[in-house]
């Protein structure tokens, strides 16, 4: 076989598989980059602050003497601040305060989380982005190199054909 009917081997790279987000994860970034979901967040804290405002002050009136200071209260307690002017002292009053401190400290983290996780999801996109294109470039820089090198072996070959010695 002449070196000009050999082909150079294709080089052997490994590929990643893709990483795929759930739908739920990409409809959830899809929502809060396009800001939609902040509207939907805003309208949940107020329908929660006045719901609760309105129950602590049906079971504590000791403490919260109108429904406006009870939502008050409410969502000073649901955004984490807590700034104490209006405390619930019943029993009753406290339960529903820590009910109202884990939904304030969950949906805060929640936030925290989704808006983390949008950028970090789209570090890595990028990155991936890059590092493909960084791979192509060096597959297609090793095939240019191995295209030179069949050049040059194919000269050599060609010369040595022509040296007289001994060949059978």
């Known amino acids: 076989m002449s070196s000009r009917e050999r082909e ?4 052997i790279i490994p590929r990643k598989a ?15 980059t396009s800001g939609r979901v902040f509207p939907y967040l805003a309208a949940a ?4 602050a006045g719901l609760v405002g309105v129950v602590v002050r049906a079971i504590d009136p000791k403490d ?23 405390v619930p002292t019943s029993p009753w009053g406290r339960l529903v305060g820590s009910v109202v401190i884990v939904i304030g400290v969950t949906f805060l983290t929640f936030l925290t989380a989704t808006v983390t996780s949008f950028f970090v999801s789209t570090a890595q996109n990028e990155a991936g982005r890059l590092d493909e294109e960084t791979r192509r470039r060096s597959e297609e820089e090793t095939r240019e190199l191995l295209r030179r090198l069949d050049h040059r072996l194919t000269a050599i070959e060609t010369k040595l054909d ?7």
């Open 45 to 48: 804290t107020a329908a929660t």
């Open 162 to 168: 022509r040296l007289p010695g001994d060949r059978p």
């Open 8 to 11: 150079p081997p294709q080089p």
């Open 18 to 32: 893709p990483r795929r987000a759930s739908r739920l994860q990409e409809r959830a970034a899809r929502a809060v």
């Open 64 to 86: 919260f003497h109108s429904v406006g200071e009870g939502i008050w209260w409410a969502i000073v307690t649901l955004a984490t601040v807590g700034y104490g002017d209006v």
